[in-house]
């Protein structure tokens, strides 16, 4: 064993992935073996549920003092560290390069690694793992040109570990004008919503062209017939809740506020609106759509269900 494996003794890691993501994590998690470090491997599951089981169990830690990482990958990697970092004392990231994993690492001390699995190849991603294995908190890093960190910057850190878990425990601003809203909220308002003339009941806020990103707003009851877009796309609810059907997958995901979707490019899908609902949407390139019914057949089959 080497110098930097013997360095893992007392490291344990818990993994799992969703169906876009499973062949990338039995990869990883059977390098990670080859290298002695014991893997506890959930299996497969959809984004938000293993997300979810990964983040709590890192949260819980271990009481006999073995570190305990994460590791985790769907489509993108960004649905199952949202999900993830829902629990205190997860500080998830995803990594698309080897140099954001030391990044993550030196800056953030992440305790849990996200991979795409649609983007990574295992080879680049075996990389970025290990050097998620192997960089420690304020090491030098891409971000400080390969440097080790100014002394104000190592105090900043250093500083960073007690206060990160108070955030959200209490409210920083007494003041009562104080808006709690979130950023991607806040990158909407004053823009005008535009009606998306093939979707009724639909409008939409672009805050950036290419690759498009937009916030949407549907009313209770509207239905979008079944369509697909060249580019997949990333869904955050925002406000409401809506059923989405993957006719291509035959898969069916209803979705609240706080939850996560990624749908790939050409995948077919229609979407009802329980309530009035509002989310984020961010295509991996330019904005389109094509039918693939009328809205009278997508009524029709919805009330046979």
């Known amino acids: ?17 969703d169906a876009f993501g499973c062949a990338l994590k039995d990869t990883l998690v059977s390098h990670l073996r080859s290298l002695n470090i014991p893997v506890e491997d959930l299996g497969t599951d959809n984004h938000y549920s293993i997300g979810a089981k990964i983040g709590q169990i890192v949260s819980s ?13 769907c489509g993108t990697g960004v649905g199952v560290s949202i999900f993830a970092n829902k629990f205190p004392g ?23 690694i996200a991979f795409s699995g ?8 075996v990389e970025t793992l290990d050097n998620f294995l192997n960089t420690p ?15 104000n910057i190592q105090s900043f850190l250093d500083k960073s570990l007690t206060e990160m878990p108070k955030i959200g425990s209490t409210n920083p601003n007494p003041n009562p004008n104080f808006s709690n809203s979130c950023v991607i909220c806040d990158l909407a308002s004053g823009r005008e919503f535009t009606p998306v003339d093939i ?21 209770g009851g509207s239905v979008e017939p079944a369509h697909h877009h060249s580019y997949g796309h990333d869904v955050v609810v925002m406000k409401g809740r809506k059923i989405v059907w993957n006719l291509s997958k035959n898969e ?6 706080g939850d996560y979707l990624f749908t790939p490019g050409g995948d077919v899908h229609r979407v009802k609106y ?28 919805l009330d046979q269900e």
């Open 199 to 219: 979707m009724p009941g639909g409008s939409m806020k672009i805050v950036r062209e290419s690759p498009t990103a937009a916030v949407v707003r549907f009313s």
């Open 137 to 151: 908190f304020k090491s030098p890093c891409p971000a400080s040109n390969s440097e080790p960190w100014p002394e």
């Open 274 to 301: 329980l309530e009035d609902t509002e989310f984020f949407i961010r295509w991996d390139g330019g904005w389109d759509i094509m039918l693939d019914e009328d809205l009278a057949t997508a009524l029709r089959d």
């Open 118 to 125: 649609i983007s990574a190849t295992p080879n680049a991603a």
């Open 90 to 112: 997860v500080y998830a990231a995803t990594c698309l390069t080897p140099a954001d994993a030391v990044n993550a690492r030196s800056i953030n001390n992440a305790n849990v």
């Open 61 to 73: 830690g271990d009481n006999s003092g073995t570190e305990i990482r994460g590791l985790l990958a």
């Open 252 to 257: 069916r995901c209803e979705l609240g506020v």
């Open 1 to 17: 064993m080497s110098q930097k494996n013997a360095d893992h003794h007392r490291l344990k890691f818990v993994a799992g992935a």
